[in-house]
């Protein structure tokens, strides 16, 4: 069993910069592929950016702005988001699994935080 604790979220104007952590139980994190997603008002849930093995991905929408990164020996995975537009506004989640997979597909994912609520005002 994993738990998800998410954190970081607020509100910033057009262009600032947030991160956001994901602390995660349990003494086996390294083997967990790790995902970040989000769902805005009225909108599914989407795939943003994700870690499996030792590779991070994200989505094309969010590439060059957003930055996923993971320290295993503190549980944690990040999401660093840089030049934020008003459209990232959307409760992010953090997301892990220990089974493989396309990172993108959020059906694949067994364990789920509460989720951060994020704001970018224009």
């Known amino acids: 069993q994993v738990q998800l604790v998410e954190s970081g979220g607020g509100l910033v104007q057009a262009g600032g910069s947030l991160r956001l952590s994901c602390a995660a139980s349990?003494?086996?994190?390294?083997?967990?592929?790790m995902g970040w997603f989000r769902q805005a008002p009225g909108k599914e849930r989407e795939f943003v950016a994700g870690w499996s093995g030792f590779n991070p991905y994200t989505t094309d929408s969010v590439k060059g702005r957003f930055t996923i990164s993971r320290d295993n020996a503190k549980n944690t995975v990040y999401l660093h988001m840089n030049s934020l537009k008003p459209e990232d506004t959307a409760v992010y989640y953090c997301?892990?699994?220990?089974?493989?997979?396309?990172?993108?597909?959020?059906?694949?994912?067994?364990?789920w935080g509460q989720g951060t609520q994020v704001t970018v005002s224009s």
């Open positions: 997301a892990a699994r220990d089974r493989p997979g396309d990172l993108r597909y959020s059906q694949l994912y067994d364990y």
């Open positions: 349990g003494r086996t994190f390294n083997r967990y592929s």
